[in-house]
Structure formats: structure tokens, C-alpha cells
């Protein structure tokens, strides 16, 4: 089973779902270049894509790997570990 997520963009295309940033709110980045990155907001009304840079992707991505490792959320932060040394280094 694939947890790889998904997104067309309007302008940008596919996007590639990164992580879960906060309740409804998830980190997403272009699928190629992995040089631009949006906090998509999902609500009832739609969705909401807010772009920002890639320091503060980067920081989101640590802080989402901070509190799996303190919540003792082995699997997911081994996963997003992965993500995050594929994305930034």
C-alpha cells in the first residue's frame, strides 16, 4: 500500500505531499524540482494553497520529526526522516 500523496496544483502542477503540518494543514512540494513548497489548508470551502520558503518547509519538516520522536511515533519519524534527507541535503 502507498501513502505517497498527490495534489495538481493550478499553476504549478503535481505537487508531492511531504507531511501532515497541523490539523488540516499539510506540507506539500513540487514533484520535480522539490524547489517550491505550499502549506495547503484543506477546509470545506476548498482548498488553500500558501506558498513559502524552503528554510521555512525545512523547519516545519524538523518540527513535525520533533514531536513524532517525543510522542514515540517510531515508524512515522523514521518515514519522514527519509523525506526530510531526500528534500534538504
Given at each position: 500500500?502507498?501513502?505517497?500523496?498527490?495534489?495538481?496544483?493550478?499553476?504549478?502542477?503535481?505537487?508531492?505531499?511531504?507531511?501532515?503540518?497541523?490539523?488540516?494543514?499539510?506540507?506539500?512540494?513540487?514533484?520535480?524540482?522539490?524547489?517550491?513548497?505550499?502549506?495547503?489548508?484543506?477546509?470545506?470551502?476548498?482548498?488553500?494553497?500558501?506558498?513559502?520558503?524552503?528554510?521555512?518547509?525545512?523547519?516545519?519538516?524538523?518540527?513535525?520529526l520533533r514531536m513524532l520522536r517525543?510522542?514515540?511515533?517510531?515508524?512515522?519519524?523514521?518515514?519522514?526522516?527519509?523525506?526530510?534527507?531526500?528534500?534538504?541535503?
Amino acid at each position: 500500500m502507498s501513502t505517497e500523496t498527490y495534489l495538481n496544483h493550478p499553476t504549478f502542477g503535481l505537487l508531492f505531499r511531504v507531511c501532515l503540518v497541523a490539523e488540516s494543514r499539510e506540507l506539500f512540494t513540487t514533484l520535480y524540482a522539490q524547489r517550491l513548497f505550499f502549506v495547503v489548508n484543506i477546509a470545506p470551502s476548498g482548498l488553500k494553497f500558501e506558498p513559502i520558503s524552503r528554510t521555512d518547509a525545512r523547519l516545519m519538516v524538523e518540527s513535525r520529526l520533533r514531536m513524532l520522536r517525543r510522542a514515540g511515533q517510531t515508524s512515522e519519524y523514521n518515514q519522514l526522516q527519509v523525506i526530510h534527507q531526500r528534500t534538504f541535503q
